[in-house]
């Protein structure tokens, strides 16, 4: 259970597309003045050095975040929403030279205005503690709230929150099979409680049978409360066996009107820059709920 260290992973194909769509869904939500409360179910340790430790060792970031930089920087054209994403990692390194990629917490954290709240569970007994010190560093820390527990059990207390306003980011690791499962239950819950949340769920896309049905059985679970959906998946290579992680997705419940369009200009070229021997591929499809 506790195997997973998110480090390993920081900066890869699959953290771009998470971040890029996560970043979108904040600044949309943020246009109107009311109190957002931002939740993570699983934060990780908040921010991760790309030069030592966990990152060194998979080197996940040398095909995701790096390969990215250096099909900009060879003059090839991105559009704004790429360019926003990297704007936002490259803020929390200094002159703007990659050593460092924020995960979740810490993208959220540079979201926040005065009158929004992040809430952060990490269960790792490692990591939780890492991110409460990593927290404490930033100037926003008062205004995020760290808890060690299980977020799938948590969340639905959390809702709906105080201002009628919050998105969720849903990440967990899938290592244990039971997520996906416990994932579907709390979304149950979540929207039975708060169906007009704005709910952001990662997911690996793998051989294994719970992978390929979640996305359906997503759909159904955004069908029964007659909620919008939008579901994208960003593959860079298709070759056999599963030695690394190949193509991941991001199922939105309640996506704003805009999120089709903006993944719509940055799917292509974060194809183009990623891809691995031709495997690059991209799906981005959406239902509008009429209620």
């Known amino acids: ?44 340790a908040g921010i991760y050095s790309l030069e030592d430790g966990f990152a060194s060792v998979s080197k996940e970031a040398e095909g995701g975040i790096f390969r ?35 995960g979740s917490p ?56 105080p201002s009628r306003r919050g998105l969720v980011l849903i990440d967990p690791s899938y290592e244990d099979k039971q997520d996906y499962r416990y994932l579907e239950v709390a979304m149950e819950e979540a929207l039975q409680r708060f169906a007009t949340g704005c709910y952001a769920i990662w997911y690996p896309v793998l051989s294994r049978r719970e992978s390929a049905a979640l996305p359906d059985r997503l759909k159904k679970i955004a069908g029964a409360y007659k909620r919008s959906w939008l579901h994208t998946e960003l ?20 996506p704003p009107w805009t999120l089709e369009k903006h993944l719509a200009q940055a799917l292509p070229t974060l194809t183009k820059a990623l891809e691995i021997n031709g495997g690059g591929q991209f799906i981005l499809k959406s239902f509008e709920a009429k209620n």
């Open 235 to 254: 593959r860079v290579e298709n070759a056999q066996g599963e030695r690394r992680l190949q193509a991941s997705g991001m199922f939105i419940i309640n």
């Open 68 to 102: 990215l930089m250096k099909y900009k920087e060879a003059g090839n054209p991105i559009p704004e929403s790429v360019q926003n994403y990297l704007d936002y990692i490259l803020a929390e390194n200094i002159d703007r030279q990659l050593k460092t990629y924020p």
């Open 106 to 161: 810490f993208i959220l954290a540079r979201l926040l205005r005065p009158q929004d709240r992040i809430k952060l569970f990490e269960l790792h007994p490692k990591e939780i503690d890492i991110l409460r010190h990593n927290i404490s560093e930033l100037k926003q820390s008062k205004q995020i709230d760290i808890y060690s527990e299980n977020s799938f059990n948590r969340l639905k207390g959390l809702l709906p929150p």
């Open 1 to 44: 259970m506790f195997s997973y260290r998110h480090a390993f992973h920081a900066g890869s194909h699959a953290d771009i597309l998470k971040h890029l769509t996560l970043i979108h869904l904040v600044e949309y939500l943020q246009e109107k003045p009311g109190a957002l409360t931002l939740v993570d179910t699983h934060a990780g």
